[in-house]
């Protein structure tokens, strides 16, 4: 069974940063995909970023690329989102996902089959 557990939110004042944490339990070595994601109430969740488990090719959206960082540790089967610069429209409920159909960190949620429950990040200006 996979599971997906966040850590790391909380609250934080404008240029400020988070490190955010995905354990990842039950998949299979073999070719996936992990990505983090958003949601703010009243809105769809967006892509935030996105890496390939084994060969680490990564994928970000235009508004954190330069100011997030995707990662991952294979011997601990943890991704991370470190988050520098924060603003407050980073406001939001972050989640990890897990696609485990393909290897290439896609930016469509259909395409990601497991997801953790979330953790709040907040951003004060």
């Known amino acids: 069974q996979v599971r997906l557990v966040e850590s790391g939110g909380g609250l934080v004042q404008a240029g400020g940063s988070l490190r955010l944490s995905c354990a990842v339990s039950?998949?299979?070595?073999?070719?996936?995909?992990m990505g983090w994601f958003r949601q703010t109430p009243g809105k769809e969740r967006e892509f935030v970023a996105a890496?390939?488990?084994?060969?680490?090719?990564?994928d970000y959206t235009e508004s954190v690329k330069g100011r997030f960082t995707i990662s991952k540790d294979n011997a601990k089967n943890t991704v991370y989102l470190q988050m520098n610069s924060l603003r407050p429209e980073d406001t939001s409920v972050y989640y990890c996902?897990?696609?485990?159909?393909?290897?290439?960190?896609?930016?469509?949620?259909?395409?990601?089959?497991?997801w953790g429950q979330g953790t709040q990040v907040t951003v004060s200006s």
């Open positions: 890496i390939s488990w084994r060969g680490g090719t990564t």
């Open positions: 996902a897990a696609r485990t159909g393909g290897w290439y960190p896609t930016r469509l949620k259909i395409d990601y089959d497991h």
């Open positions: 039950g998949l299979t070595f073999g070719s996936f995909a």
